[in-house]
């Protein structure tokens, strides 16, 4: 059997926004900045899929704007909001993605901005407090702050920070790559300037992406050339894959609460069968459904001989998986997210994230898997 558990990482493409692509391909080649019939044709189809994006997160189509993907998109908010408003102090947390973390990082280093990190708990989860008082601290802020961790599927309370970061009269930019399209954002009431969203998280294509940017945010272009997306981001479009991911998005819209039980009860059903059948098993990050992304389950395994092998030896029993620990052997990098919450570096971590199409025998199997391996590296 092969088992695929690292949708975290990028999800199989659903077969209808293949189709849907294809289409495009095959009949609609245009140039969509040309102004003859083909290129009309092409322009059309890129402002029905911004449409559609937006009604979907309750805005406006002139605050979408296409992108390569969430990294370029987290790159341009961040670049761009705070050169936009001259901004000297960023916040963020050390767990974000490296798009945004490195991001910061080289404005800093640049001497652009000073850097600030919220505190978080064991679980990855944000001290409030301390945020405020960094926004206190500073007469305005560029506050980058993800909605879920891709490595633990800890969640931020999003709705809290926009509030404080509205009282502090801060810039609020929020790294949602891996929620869009598993949860209902409402842009009409969520107080964020910038937000973000990769297809491929969300069964639809790589390459392709877009960047929230509220309207009342003025900010230049990262990516200068044409007039594209309103002279906002230079460089011809990429046609079908703006049509997969409106595609792709609807299709989560209308599957999103039945999806969202199944496969929280396949998370669920993995958490307790790894606990009745490996002792000293833990989770690293939030469980909490309520306070955890229901794709993502990273697994804090007991220390164990040849741990640096779990993942290839995963792979060897046909099991796609993600792996990071908090210090790998013989380096000292490791997830960077796992050694911000003091995870214990002699215990293997692997994240299993699943999808729709993922199964409960499928999930039978891999706990199978690894109660072997376990057993034999004890």
Known sequence: MRVYLDNAATTPLDPEVMKEMY???????????????????????????RRTVANLLHTSPAEIFFTSGGTEADNMAIRSGISGYGLKHAITTRLEHHAVVHTLEALEKAGIIKLSFVNVDQNGSLDYEHLEQLLKDNERSFVSLMHANNELGTLNDIERIGELCEQYNAIYHCDTVQTVGHYRHDLSKLK??????????????????FLYINHKVKIDPMIYGGAQERNMRGGTENVYGIAGLAKALEMAYTEMDEHQEKIQGLKTYMMESL????????????????????????????????????????????????????????????????????????????????????????????????????????
Do not use: W
């Open 23 to 49: 289409r495009v391909m095959e009949s609609q080649f245009g140039n969509p900045s040309s102004i003859h019939a083909h290129g009309r044709e092409a322009r059309a189809l890129i402002e029905k899929a």
């Open 275 to 378: 606990k009745a059948q490996i002792p000293g098993i833990h989770f690293n990050g939030e469980t909490d459904p309520e306070k955890s992304l229901y794709t993502v389950l990273n697994v804090s395994f007991p220390e164990m001989d040849m741990a640096d092998m779990l993942l290839f030896n995963l792979d060897i029993a046909g099991i796609s998986a993600s792996g990071g620990s908090a210090c790998s052997s013989g380096t000292n990098i490791g997830s960077h997210v796992l050694n911000a919450i003091g995870a214990n570096p002699d215990r293997p971590a692997v994240r299993f994230s699943f999808s729709k199409y993922n199964t409960k025998e499928e999930v039978d199997y891999t706990v199978g898997k690894i109660r072997e391996i376990c057993l034999v590296n004890a």
């Open 192 to 209: 964020v300037h910038f937000m973000v969203c990769a297809a491929h998280k969300l069964h639809g294509p790589k390459g392709v992406g």
